[in-house]
């Protein structure tokens, strides 16, 4: 195990829920969570926290050596919907917070290193579904043009240098606990909020768009499944494929509607339709399932009951 693991990022939608399970396995003291902005209560108060610019390698440096650091996992990024506003400065922070940790761990101040990719990396010309491991990849989005040369630098660290790299593609994460920010597959749990609060919504990608979607709590189980499994068996060093669910806005909706009868949803596109259309349907994860044992645990309507209850307790605490 780990002489201590840093999270970089982990005021964020993954980083938060992260950390608070790797703490959980770990042990508080062993997981520092970094972030530019401070994050949640339960995160701030769990154990060590620093205030960190991931593109500021001093800064990083500074604190690898500090706590004695072994294991990054860099979950700082710019997301596909704001990167579409500010395209340049989300190459250099999705970028620069890479090479960072991959050249700390060429210099073998950290042993191990987790980076997520995303679904984003595929573009309008892959085959929409049931999508490969290996196909075109002709990312449309800033966002996915970053991941995609950021999948080609980790195995190329990983072949000239041996650097421990991991990495996932995930596909749209659904939680409660933080807000997501700035992504494509937002409105997957905007809905929630707005179906308890005013038992409709408004989406702003159409119908019968289906996208790759995940509970967070599968998210992070294969996360951490992949950085505990033996270095043998992790052969993608650029990323991984993984997938659980598929459904589009309606689908969603339908399972919504079976706890809340009146809910009613409407659809009004707007920017984000183009780059949820330049994404896959679904994805085959079959490389993720035979190499470390991927396996899903939540489908659309275990979701559902999950997301309702949490958001609704949410929702009670603020009253
Ligand atoms: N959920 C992300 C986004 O929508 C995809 O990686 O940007």
Redesign the pocket.
């Given at each position: 195990m780990a002489t201590s693991i840093l999270v970089i990022g982990a005021s964020g939608q993954i980083g938060t829920e992260l950390t608070l399970k790797l703490r959980e396995i770990y042990g508080n003291k062993k997981i520092v969570a970094s972030d530019i902005r401070e994050g949640t209560e339960a995160l701030m108060e769990s154990g060590p926290f620093e205030v960190l610019d991931a593109t500021d390698l001093q800064a990083v440096t500074k604190i690898v050596e500090k706590h004695d650091i072994s294991e990054v996992y860099q979950m700082a990024a710019m997301?596909?919907?704001t990167?579409e506003k500010h395209p340049m400065k989300a190459w250099d922070l999705n970028m620069e917070s890479l090479f960072h940790i991959l050249n700390l761990a060429r210099e073998k101040k950290i042993k191990k290193v987790f980076w997520?990719s995303?679904?984003?990396v595929f573009g309008p010309n892959t085959p929409k579904n049931n999508t490969p491991q290996a196909t075109i990849m002709e990312p449309a989005t800033v966002?996915g043009i970053s991941?995609q040369a950021g999948e080609r630098w980790c195995d190329y660290f990983f072949k000239k240098y041996g650097v421990d790299v991991r990495s996932l593609r995930?596909?749209?994460?659904i939680s409660y606990k933080t807000q997501?920010g700035?992504?494509?597959?937002?409105y997957a749990i905007e809905i929630f909020h707005q179906a308890l609060k005013n038992k409709k919504y408004t989406s702003f990608l159409s119908e019968n768009t289906a996208l790759p979607m995940m509970y967070m709590d599968d998210a992070i189980q294969a996360t951490i499944d992949l950085m505990e499994a033996p270095a043998e068996k992790v052969k993608i060093r650029s990323s991984y494929n993984l997938a659980a669910i598929s459904f589009s806005p309606a689908e969603l909706a339908g399972s919504i509607k079976k706890h809340i009868s009146e809910f009613e949803i409407a659809y009004k596109p707007d920017f984000r339709q183009e780059?949820a259309d330049s994404w896959p349907s679904d994805i085959d994860d079959s490389r993720a399932r035979e190499d470390w044992g991927w396996k899903h645990k939540y489908n659309l309507d275990g979701l559902t009951k999950k997301m309702l209850a949490g958001v609704a307790e949410q929702l009670k605490i603020a009253e």
């Open positions: 997301l596909s919907a990167a997520p995303s679904i984003a966002y991941k995930y596909p749209g994460i997501p700035g992504g494509t597959t937002d780059i």
